[in-house]
């Protein structure tokens, strides 16, 4: 049964959509059967897996709002263990049309559910908000994961993610846990940023991930070839961050052997 983690930060540009993607792709490396699922409307997870967007027919939408199978929609990628179900402009109307839903915060849940036993992990790409279908994936999520950027504004709203985190927990999800803090976009020249990793492991402390994320110009090119950094420059620094941090999670959730001393050498 899969492991159903959340990606989720209110706001923008912090690197939850690049995680997605490349977490993924790495987690499939290494072997696991992923699935990520799309649940922002700019679809910038899908294009990113390698589809175009304005040929996706289906997606995410016709599954909250019109109860279409997921197992319908659900799109292979170049990596063989990798799937994806799409989003599209429309997941933007979803939130009106889902109003009158009755428990309208476990669509998503139950989509998930008819699917769990065929992964071992579903991450979730959340959009740059707080509104409902962010909130039906954190209670569909068995945890969740908040990338934050090595940048001034970093602390910035995370309170108020904190806080709708701690009422999904109390209300609606008694089982959601927070896999961690990432720390993204890190320019080790700078001073900034080591202020800003130092200050989020000092409120955070073991709650912060080991595997720190840095900026990578081949990370910032393979969206744009539709490709995860792994396929696209598996060399690169970025696709060892991110094989580092798909190792950490397997290791953190006991699904793995890897020992330490095999991590990947940055």
Known sequence: MAKVIALANQKGGVGKTTT?????????????????????????????????????????????????????????????????????????????????????????????????DDYDYILIDCSPSLGLITVNALTAADSVIIPVQCEYFALEGLGKLLNTIKIIQSRLNKELEIE????TMYDPRLRLSNQVVDEVKKHFQNMVFETIIQ????????????????????????????????????????????????????
């Open 20 to 116: 997605s993607i490349n977490l993924a792709a790495s987690l499939a490396v290494l072997e696991k059967k992923v699935l990520i699922i799309d649940a922002d409307p700019q679809a910038n997870a899908t294009s990113g897996t390698g589809f175009d967007i304005r040929a996706v027919k289906t997606s995410i939408y016709e599954c909250l709002v019109d109860e279409q199978d997921p197992k319908n929609i659900i799109l292979n990628s170049d990596i063989e263990k990798l799937d994806i179900i799409p989003s599209h402009i429309d997941l933007v109307g979803a939130e009106i049309e889902m109003l009158n839903q009755p428990n309208r915060e476990y669509v998503l849940k139950q989509i998930i559910e008819g699917i769990r």
């Open 180 to 183: 961690g803090f990432l720390l």
């Open 215 to 266: 900026r990578n110009i081949k990370l910032s090119e393979s969206p744009s070839y539709g490709k995860p950094v792994v396929l696209y420059d598996a060399a690169s620094k970025g696709a060892i961050n991110y094989l580092n941090l798909a190792k950490e999670l397997l290791q953190k959730n006991d699904n793995t052997k890897i020992a330490n001393a095999e991590k990947v050498v940055e």
